[in-house]
C-alpha cells in the first residue's frame, strides 16, 4: 500500500523496506512524514560473554548491527541518520529515539547540532529489568527517550489531555514505569530463541503514538527490528514505514504485521483540549438564529445583557463582546463569556456553551 504525496513524489506506506537505513531515508520524498521513532543500535561495547551465577549463558546484545569500531564511528552513524530522518520530517514533524547509558548521551547532543529542538526526555522505568549478573554496577533498570521538534519554531502532535487520561486524570510525567517486552508479546524464532533482542514493548509504543500523532498520520521506523512501531502504528490507525536491513526481522515483522487488525474510529478517538477543539465565534450563534438580536442572557449573579445583531452585547453602559462585558459587570480583569452567560429555554437556565458545542459536533 502506497500514498501519494506530490505529483512525482510516492510514500510506501505501510510497508517494510530492505536496505541500509540512511540509503532508504535518503531515497524518500522530503517532508513527507509525521513522526519518527528510532531504535538505533545502542553500541554496547560488550567484551565477551554474559554469565549467570550458575554458569548459563546471558542471551545479551552482541549481534554484529551493534558493533562499532570506535566512538567516533559510531558519532558518524549517528549524525547520518539523523540528517536523513529530519529531511523527511514534515516543518511541524517530530522525532522520538531512544537508548541506553552507553549511547544516549551522545546521541542527545548529535539531536541538538543536527537542528532538531528538544521538548523532553522521558526516563523509561523497567519494572523487570535484567539483574547486574557480576555484582559489579547497579543494576541498569531504565533506558532513556529523546522527544524532539524537528526546528524550534516546528508546532509538534502533543495529546495533552489523552496522556492525562492514560494517567488516570493526572498529567503525564517524564518518567514512565513500563514492563519490559516478555511473555506471549515476546517473539521467538524457531529455535525457541528471543526473535530480536531489544524488542520493544507494545505499552512504550502505545503511549508515544497516542501522544504524539494522530489518527491517519505517517510514523517512520528506520531500525524496524520485529515491528513493534508498525504494529502499534496499525492498530491505531496510523500508516507506519519500517525500514529493515535484517531478511530474519523483516520475516518476523511481516507475519506479526498481517495479525495485526486496527481499531474501529470510534475507538481510535481520544480526549482532546478545549484548545484543540474548532473556534465557533459568538456571533455564529446569532447568525444562525440559535439567539435572537435583542434576546436577554443571564449571568450567575443575576447580571442581565441584550445580544445585539453583530454578536457583540449590551448591558446598561458596557458593550462588548461577551468575555468583555461579563468582566465588566464583575469587576474582574477577565470573564469565559460562554459559561457565565445563560439564555432561558422552557423555563429554564442553559449556558449559551451548549448552544457552542453543537455547533462543534455539526463540523466534524
Not at 520524498?29 to 531504535?39: G, H
Not at 537542528?115 to 531504565?142: C, E, Q, S, Y
Amino acid at each position: 500500500m502506497g500514498k501519494h504525496t506530490g505529483a512525482d513524489a510516492f510514500l510506501p506506506t505501510d510497508t517494510i523496506l530492505s536496505g541500509d537505513c540512511v540509503e532508504v531515508m535518503e531515497s524518500l520524498p522530503a517532508a513527507s512524514v509525521d513522526l519518527i521513532f528510532a531504535d538505533p543500535p545502542y553500541n554496547l561495547q560488550l567484551q565477551g560473554d554474559l554469565h549467570r551465577p550458575e554458569g548459563s549463558r546471558v542471551d545479551a546484545v552482541d549481534n554484529e548491527w551493534d558493533q562499532f569500531d570506535s566512538f567516533a564511528e559510531y558519532d558518524r552513524f549517528t549524525r547520518r541518520w539523523l540528517k536523513a530522518a529530519r529531511r523527511l520530517l514534515k516543518p511541524d514533524g517530530a522525532l522520538w529515539a531512544i537508548g541506553s547509558y552507553h549511547n544516549v548521551f551522545r546521541m542527545g547532543a548529535a539531536i541538538q547540532d543536527e537542528g532538531f529542538w528538544l521538548l523532553n526526555d522521558v526516563i523509561w522505568r523497567k519494572t523487570n529489568p535484567m539483574p547486574n549478573f557480576r555484582g559489579t554496577r547497579l543494576t541498569n533498570a531504565h533506558e532513556t527517550l529523546i522527544w524532539a521538534s524537528r526546528s524550534q519554531k516546528s508546532k509538534p502532535t502533543f495529546n495533552y489531555e489523552a496522556l492525562k487520561q492514560l494517567n488516570d486524570g493526572t498529567q503525564m510525567r517524564s518518567d514512565w514505569t513500563l514492563p519490559i517486552c516478555t511473555g506471549h508479546e515476546r517473539l521467538k524464532n524457531e529455535r525457541g530463541e528471543k526473535a530480536h533482542p531489544t524488542q520493544k514493548p507494545e505499552s512504550l509504543l502505545h503511549r508515544v503514538l497516542v501522544g504524539t500523532t494522530n489518527p491517519g498520520d505517517v510514523v517512520l521506523d528506520p531500525f524496524f527490528g520485529t515491528g513493534t512501531t508498525g504494529a502499534v502504528a496499525k492498530m491505531l490507525g496510523r500508516h507506519w514505514i519500517g525500514i529493515e536491513r535484517e531478511a530474519d526481522y523483516r520475516a518476523a515483522a511481516e507475519a506479526r504485521l498481517a495479525d495485526v487488525r486496527p481499531l474501529d474510529r470510534a475507538s481510535l478517538a481520544v480526549t482532546t483540549s478545549k484548545r484543540a477543539e474548532p473556534r465557533v465565534p459568538f456571533g455564529t450563534l446569532v447568525e444562525r438564529g440559535m439567539l435572537r438580536p435583542g434576546e436577554e442572557l443571564v449571568g450567575p449573579s443575576g447580571s442581565r445583557a441584550r445580544v445585539r445583531a453583530d454578536g457583540s452585547l449590551k448591558a446598561g453602559e458596557h458593550a462588548g463582546s461577551i468575555h468583555q462585558v461579563g468582566a465588566r459587570l464583575e469587576g474582574a480583569p477577565s470573564c469565559n463569556g460562554w459559561t457565565y452567560w445563560h439564555f432561558k429555554r422552557d423555563g429554564k437556565r442553559v449556558p449559551i456553551d451548549a448552544l457552542r458545542q453543537q455547533v462543534r459536533a455539526e463540523m466534524t
